[in-house]
C-alpha cells in the first residue's frame, strides 16, 4: 500500500459521518394555497466528513443553513439530492423501519427541549421510554438506568418525580441532554443548544457536554451563531454562509488566520476585546444577508465583500481540498 492510500484508509476507518453534496430545498410560496415560485436553498451542495471523537463547530448567522443541515442529516428533513453516509451505509434514503434503527446512534440536542417533552409526562417516563422502546433495558431496570441519567447530566433524583414546567430552562437542556445520550449514541448533533439559556449556564452546559464526550466517546456535530461556544467546543470548524461552507479548518487554525473575508469580519465583528465573545448574528455591518431564495451569482459572499472583484460575481469558487479548506478566488493570506 502506498503512503498516501495508507492514510486515506486509516482516515476512512476513523469516519463516523460523511455527507457528499448535500442540497435540501424548501418550496418558496407566496401564499398558503399557491404554487411554489421556486425554491428556498437552505443547503446547497455541503460536503463534509465527521471524525469519531471530535466536535465539529458549524458556525454562520440565522437563516444560513445550520439547522436544515442538522435536520437533514438525521433524516428530520429530506435531501433533495447528495448522500449521507453513516459508518459507511447510505442512510439518505433508507427506509423509516430502517431508519429507526440508525437512529438509535444518531441523536439531536434541540435549542428548546421543552417543545419535545409532553408536558403531561414525568421526567422519569419520559426518560425512560426510549430506553424501553430500544430495548436498552428490561422495564424492571429502567428505573435505575433513568437515576443514573440523572445524574450523568448533574440532576438530583428527585428531577424524574417532576414535570417540565417545574423545571428551569438549564434543567430542561440537562433532560434534553439525558435524553439524547439514553441510548448512547455515536453522533450528537447539537443544534444551539445554548441559545436558549443564560450566559452564566452556557459555560457549565459547555462543560457538561464536554465531560460526556470524554467518558463516552461521542462525536459531535455542534451547531451556533456564537464564535466563543464555537471555539470552546470545536475540534475543527465549519464556516456557512447562505446553504454552503465557506472555511472548514482546525479551530485553532481558523481563529488565528481565517482565510475567507466572511470568517475574518465574523471574528471583527462586535467590538469587543475578548473574540470569544462574538456572536455570528452580530456581524451586520455590511448589510443583511441576501435571501437563500435568490442567492447572489457567482460567489454568495460578493454583494457584502470588501474585496470583491468583477469575477467574484460571475464565476462561484469552489471549496480547495486539505485540512484548511476555503471558497474564495481571493483568500486572506
Ligand atoms: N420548514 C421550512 N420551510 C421553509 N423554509 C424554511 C424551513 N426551515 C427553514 N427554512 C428557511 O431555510 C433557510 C435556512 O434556515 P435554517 O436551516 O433554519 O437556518 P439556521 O439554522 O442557520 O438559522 C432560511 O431561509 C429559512 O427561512
Ligand atoms: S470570492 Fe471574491 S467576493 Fe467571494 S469572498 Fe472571495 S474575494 Fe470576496
Ligand atoms: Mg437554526
Known amino acids: 500500500m502506498t503512503l498516501q492510500a495508507e492514510i486515506i484508509s486509516r482516515q476512512t476507518k476513523n469516519e463516523l459521518l460523511r455527507v457528499e453534496h448535500l442540497k435540501t430545498y424548501y418550496p418558496l410560496q407566496k401564499g398558503l394555497f399557491s404554487r411554489p415560485t421556486g425554491h428556498i436553498k437552505a443547503?446547497?451542495?455541503?460536503?463534509?466528513?465527521?471524525?469519531?471523537?471530535?466536535?465539529?463547530?458549524?458556525?454562520?448567522?440565522?437563516?444560513?443553513g445550520k439547522s436544515t443541515m442538522g435536520?437533514?442529516?438525521i433524516r428530520l428533513e429530506q435531501p433533495n439530492s447528495g448522500r449521507i453516509l453513516f459508518e459507511g451505509e447510505d442512510i439518505t434514503h433508507m427506509t423509516?423501519?430502517?431508519?429507526?434503527?440508525?437512529?438509535?446512534?444518531?441523536?439531536?440536542?434541540?435549542?428548546?427541549?421543552?417543545a419535545s417533552l409532553?408536558?403531561?409526562?414525568?421526567?422519569?417516563?419520559?426518560?425512560?421510554?426510549?430506553?424501553?422502546?430500544?430495548?436498552?433495558?428490561r422495564r424492571s431496570e429502567a428505573a435505575r438506568e433513568v437515576e443514573a441519567l440523572l445524574q450523568m447530566v448533574g440532576l438530583p433524583r428527585s428531577t424524574g418525580e417532576r414535570y417540565p414546567h417545574e423545571l428551569s430552562g438549564g434543567q430542561r437542556q440537562r433532560i434534553g441532554i439525558a435524553r439524547a445520550i439514553a441510548l448512547r449514541p455515536k453522533l450528537i448533533i447539537c443544534d444551539e443548544p445554548l441559545s436558549a439559556l443564560d450566559v452564566s449556564i452556557q459555560a457549565q452546559m459547555m462543560n457538561l457536554l464536554q465531560d460526556l464526550q470524554e467518558e463516552l466517546q461521542f462525536t459531535y456535530l455542534f451547531i451556533t451563531h456564537g464564535m466563543g461556544a464555537v471555539k470552546q467546543m470545536s475540534t475543527r470548524i465549519a464556516v456557512m454562509y447562505l446553504g454552503k461552507i465557506v472555511e472548514l479548518a482546525p479551530t485553532q487554525q481558523l481563529f488565528r488566520q481565517p482565510k475567507h473575508p466572511y470568517t475574518q469580519l465574523l471574528l471583527r465583528a462586535v467590538p469587543s476585546p475578548d473574540p470569544t465573545l462574538r456572536?455570528?448574528?452580530e456581524y451586520i455591518h455590511a448589510g443583511d444577508m441576501p435571501s437563500s431564495g435568490e442567492p447572489p451569482q457567482g460567489c454568495r459572499f460578493h454583494t457584502r465583500c470588501p474585496y470583491a472583484q468583477a469575477n467574484c460575481g460571475v464565476v462561484e469558487p469552489a471549496l480547495t481540498e486539505g485540512e484548511h479548506a476555503v471558497s474564495c478566488h481571493y483568500p486572506l493570506a
Request: charged share 25%; proline share 4%.
Open 118 to 137: 409532553n408536558p403531561r409526562i414525568r421526567i422519569c417516563d419520559a426518560l425512560a421510554e426510549p430506553l424501553v422502546v430500544h430495548k436498552r433495558v
Open 279 to 281: 456572536s455570528a448574528n
Open 96 to 114: 423509516v423501519k430502517k431508519l429507526n434503527v440508525v437512529r438509535t446512534q444518531l441523536q439531536m440536542i434541540f435549542q428548546d427541549p421543552f
Open 71 to 73: 435536520r437533514s442529516i
Open 43 to 64: 443547503v446547497d451542495d455541503v460536503s463534509l466528513t465527521l471524525y469519531k471523537g471530535e466536535t465539529l463547530g458549524l458556525v454562520g448567522e440565522s437563516g444560513c
